[in-house]
């Protein structure tokens, strides 16, 4: 794709106001076209030139940003599931103590012929959010070839995140809500052949999500975000092109608290974030291996 559209995308109001809210007081990453000399990849960015991690904190920062490393022809722009307190220097982004929520988000992981297999997919991860009480304050996303379906990270309430480190309890509940979907995940991979769905649970302390309305890195789809009482009609090879889009605008809306219920519920049950270097064992082991030692003990 040339530069010349991809600036062109980025200079929509609708895009960079949307960008621009998902990345609010997150860690920003831009990727690019061009290849870095070190590894024969294409070159990710996430700090400023001054070393500062890199942010979007308005509309115009998202054009502003594009061109300013235009000379390695940014593409996609992510940001973390994290919101930080503050990001001013290096160390601001590895400080557990410094989160302020986290956003839990799974990632459905499959090629675009086989849409069928996600869509049913999210459907299923959906209906498991509202038994589980959280009916107002997920959005899914197509991401250019899969999903992401997020929890707004302010549905878990202040006065949780104050207690339980917001990174843990939003991996705790991906986790959960994904142990539990694992036998349906089976169902429709088989049912449709779609030899490529997962669903995976990449919350982690820098973990990048693409955001909503940015390019893929790789096809020339937008991120767009879908209308949860529509699923059905959205076409993943019409609804995403750059000149012609369909976009849910009110993917911002949630519920204060209403994800608080599963969030505890399912710290519970996971445990902590594993990686914390004072994080204990997860509480209960995953699906698949207490499935592997109750064959062993029938055998």
């Known amino acids: 794709m040339e530069f010349k559209n991809i600036l062109m995308h980025y200079s929509n109001p609708l895009v960079q106001s949307e960008i621009a809210f998902f990345c ?7 990727h690019c076209e061009a290849i870095s000399k070190k590894d024969n990849k294409q070159i990710l960015v996430r700090y400023f030139k ?3 991690p890199l942010q979007i904190t308005q509309p115009l920062d998202v054009k502003n940003l594009i061109l300013s490393f235009s000379k390695l022809k940014p593409r996609t ?8 307190k503050q990001l001013s220097k290096n160390e601001d982004v590895i400080n557990e103590s410094n989160l302020k929520a986290c956003m839990p988000t799974w990632d459905i ?13 999210i459907l299923e991860l959906i209906s ?10 997920f959005f899914i996303k ?3 070839r899969g999903a992401h379906i997020h929890i707004h ?4 309430s202040e006065e949780l995140r104050s207690k339980y480190n917001p990174l843990s309890l939003a991996w705790s509940i991906v986790e959960y809500i994904k142990e539990k979907l694992a036998e349906k995940i089976a169902e429709i991979t088989l049912k449709f052949k779609a030899e490529s769905l997962r669903v995976d649970n990449e919350i982690d302390i820098q973990r990048l999500f693409v955001a909503p309305l940015s390019i893929h890195r790789k096809v020339d789809k937008v991120s767009v975000c879908l209308n949860p009482n529509k699923l059905e009609s959205f076409n993943p090879y019409e609804d995403a092109n750059l000149n012609q889009f369909k976009h849910f605008e009110n993917w911002k809306n949630y519920i204060a608290g209403e994800a608080d219920e599963l969030a505890l519920k399912a710290h519970k049950y996971i445990g902590e974030y594993p990686y914390f270097k004072r994080s204990k064992k997860r509480k209960h082991p995953p699906l698949d291996k207490q499935i592997l030692k109750l064959l062993r003990l029938t055998r």
């Not at 609010?24 to 831009?30: D, P």
């Open 77 to 84: 722009i992510y940001a973390t599931a994290n919101i930080y």
């Open 50 to 52: 001054s070393g500062k």
């Open 24 to 30: 609010k007081e997150k860690w920003v990453g831009l």
């Open 153 to 156: 990270p302010y549905a878990i």
């Open 109 to 121: 992981d499959n090629t675009i012929d086989k849409w069928n297999a996600t869509l049913q997919t």
């Open 128 to 137: 498991l959010l509202e038994s589980n009480g959280v009916k107002k304050s």
């Open 142 to 144: 197509f991401s250019g």
